[in-house]
């Protein structure tokens, strides 16, 4: 693992030399943010030794290296995913590139069924907790020493200091932020109204397929964490109409500016 983690980093630093600050994944629909930063450099995944490829639409699968209010960011524009096929290991691959390239805060957004009722589509959620019912966990196998302990952590896996500064961002900016439990599930289909009655009593608030690999490899090297999810849609059984992919992308589309601003505020106020 080790090995195959500085075989991509090799690559990246034949390419440039950037020590990022912060890094970013940008969930579906939400690839767009890159166009609000200084870009450096744009580096498709699939130049770069040992990662997976994207094969989602609405994902486009490249690191872009850039600057922001004076803070080196290395933005994940697209993500991989449990459903299409690969291993947590090596989904998270990418992560381990950029906390082994030194980031000290993580901010990952995704899109999210929305759960909680006083949620509507097109709202921001904090997460503030997660339920990882995907079944796996990205640290199984031999423990990487040079990255954190056998057994992390994760009573406070999403930092509360960057919740407070999400939350005091979207209030100077107007935008009302909630904040919930996201329970992660495999997908990739959709799940029941039954599913989702079942997570809506265990205290979800949202679900989706990703960011819960992400936060236990950001936790395991102690890098602080944000997540934000884009509520792209209401869960199934919640209204009274299908699910579609489509709908998500256009969701996150949607409320792109808003995220935008929220997000640049964030990278702004961040202590690192
Ligand atoms: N369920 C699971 N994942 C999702 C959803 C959903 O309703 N919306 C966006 N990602």
């Known amino acids: 693992m080790e090995d195959k983690i500085n075989r991509s980093i090799k690559y990246i630093d034949s390419l440039v030399d950037f020590?990022?600050?912060v890094g970013i994944i940008l969930g579906s629909g939400l690839g767009d943010y890159v166009d609000s930063i200084d870009k450096t450099l744009e580096i498709p995944y699939e130049d770069i030794p040992e990662l997976p490829v994207s094969t989602v639409p609405g994902?486009?699968?490249?690191?872009?290296?850039?600057?922001?209010?004076?803070?080196?960011?290395?933005?994940?524009?697209?993500?991989?995913?449990?459903?299409e096929g690969y291993t947590m290991k090596k989904i998270t691959l990418p992560l381990r590139i950029m906390i082994k390239k030194g980031i000290r805060a993580l901010?990952?957004?995704?899109?999210?069924?929305?759960?909680?009722?006083?949620?509507?589509?097109?709202?921001?959620?904090?997460?503030?907790?997660?339920?990882?019912?995907?079944?796996?966990?990205?640290?199984?196998?031999?423990?990487?020493?040079?990255?954190?302990?056998r057994f992390p952590d994760m009573t406070e896996a999403y930092d509360k200091e960057l919740i407070n500064t999400a939350l005091a961002v979207g209030r100077k900016l107007g935008i009302d932020i909630k904040k919930g439990v996201y329970a992660g599930l495999k997908g990739p289909s959709y799940e029941t109204p039954a599913e989702i009655e079942m997570l809506r009593r265990m205290g979800a608030d949202a679900v989706g397929m990703s960011t819960i690999p992400e936060v236990i490899v950001a936790r395991h090297s102690g890098i602080k964490t944000l997540a934000i999810s884009c509520i792209s849609n209401m869960a199934a059984g919640i209204m009274d109409k299908p699910l579609s992919h489509q709908e998500v992308v256009y969701t996150a589309k949607k409320i792109r500016p808003q995220f935008v601003k929220l997000l640049n505020g964030i990278v702004s106020s961040i202590k690192i």
Not at 110 to 136: C, E, Q, S, W, Y
Not at 140 to 149: A, K, Q, R, T
């Open 107 to 149: 901010i990952i957004t995704n899109a999210a069924g929305g759960i909680n009722r006083g949620f509507k589509p097109g709202d921001l959620m904090v997460i503030t907790d997660h339920i990882n019912l995907m079944g796996d966990n990205p640290l199984i196998g031999p423990n990487l020493e040079s990255f954190g302990p």
């Open 19 to 21: 020590s990022p600050d």
């Open 59 to 83: 994902h486009k699968g490249c690191f872009v290296l850039g600057k922001r209010a004076n803070k080196n960011l290395m933005i994940m524009q697209g993500r991989i995913h449990l459903y």
